[in-house]
């Protein structure tokens, strides 16, 4: 492949689990019991963007099944929430947010017409990311939201759905349970040729990532690539890796991206092939529609 111009990948971080606040504290009180379509915006560098409000605060959101925690930027919480009670917290086990966040409560997150509403929400500078990934980013939507109710994600077919119908599920295959009890983590056990590897699904990166020492066949040299997280930017240099496929219920063809040390990571590129349901315990998988194989 040789030496190649430098890639963009927007990237929101983990926040892990916070030590000083009660875990059910960051379940919304309340969710979507009926079915609720919002659509979602696919940037060209594979970014998913949604509009929502916070509070009644119109709030453009990356849409991050990476990241653990709902996060907002700082400046846009002290900016249209004055009087918000901000907390210091300590995140405790494994994570890769450098910087410590701030806890505050959110009254009621509107995601699309999606309504979610009394829980926990973090606040984090976060304003660099809109260099990264091309927009104003006000927040991040994570887990904490995503997975309080059962979601169907279609970036292929720019939509998502909280609490989708039964029709709505027709052809999806459970890939290996969900390998982390973590309700706010989307990692599973997938199987390379005849080996089982821990994969992590993140909508909110523009590439799909495995570590070298999966033993993934790659294709020419190491390529120039920026990266923005929460922490910042950051620059890596990943080697194109061949395309194959990963099992997880069903073969997901993927060409990812390989990196000394990475974690292993579905992200936005096979996302937008594939449809996904995720609820606690599981998650699932099925060809968007007009894929071919």
């Known amino acids: 492949m040789g030496k190649v111009a430098t890639l963009l990948l927007a990237a929101a971080a983990s926040a892990a689990a916070v030590a000083s606040a009660a875990g059910d504290s960051f379940w919304p009180a309340a969710a979507p019991t009926n079915e609720v379509r919002v659509a979602v915006r696919v940037l060209r560098n594979n970014m998913p963007i949604v509009e929502g409000t916070l509070d009644g605060r119109p709030c453009t959101l990356l849409f991050d099944t990476g990241a653990t925690h709902t996060t907002f930027d700082l400046g846009f919480v002290k900016r249209e929430f004055p009087d918000a009670k901000l907390e210091h917290v300590l995140l405790a086990g494994a994570t890769n947010v450098e910087?410590?966040?701030?806890?505050?409560?959110?009254?009621?997150?509107?995601?699309?017409?999606?309504?979610?509403?009394?829980?926990?929400?973090?606040?984090?500078?976060?304003?660099?990311?809109?260099?990264?990934?091309?927009?104003?980013?006000?927040?991040?939507?994570?887990?904490?939201?995503?997975?309080?109710?059962?979601?169907?994600?279609?970036?292929?077919?720019?939509?998502?759905?909280?609490?989708?119908?039964?029709?709505?599920?027709?052809?999806?295959?459970?890939?290996?349970?969900?390998?982390?009890?973590?309700?706010?983590?989307?990692?599973?056990?997938?199987?390379?040729?005849d080996r089982p590897v821990d994969i992590i699904v993140d909508s909110a990166a523009s590439f799909t990532f495995l570590d070298e020492a999966l033993g993934w066949p790659t294709e020419g040299d190491a390529a120039g690539l920026s990266a923005v997280n929460v922490n910042g930017g950051a620059s890596i240099a990943p080697k194109r890796g061949a395309p194959g496929q990963i099992s997880a219920g069903i073969p997901l063809a993927v060409s990812p991206l390989v990196v000394a040390g990475s974690m292993n990571c579905i992200g936005s590129d096979v996302l937008q092939r594939y449809d996904m349901v995720v609820e606690p315990g599981r998650v699932a998988f099925r060809r968007h529609a007009g894929e071919g194989e």
């Open 99 to 193: 910087k410590q966040p701030q806890l505050f409560k959110a009254g009621s997150l509107k995601i699309g017409e999606a309504e979610f509403a009394g829980f926990s929400a973090m606040a984090l500078d976060i304003s660099h990311l809109a260099g990264g990934v091309g927009v104003r980013i006000d927040g991040i939507a994570g887990m904490n939201v995503i997975g309080r109710v059962r979601t169907l994600v279609s970036l292929g077919g720019k939509e998502i759905f909280f609490a989708p119908s039964a029709r709505r599920l027709d052809g999806f295959t459970v890939a290996a349970k969900r390998r982390s009890e973590d309700p706010f983590t989307i990692a599973f056990r997938a199987r390379y040729k």
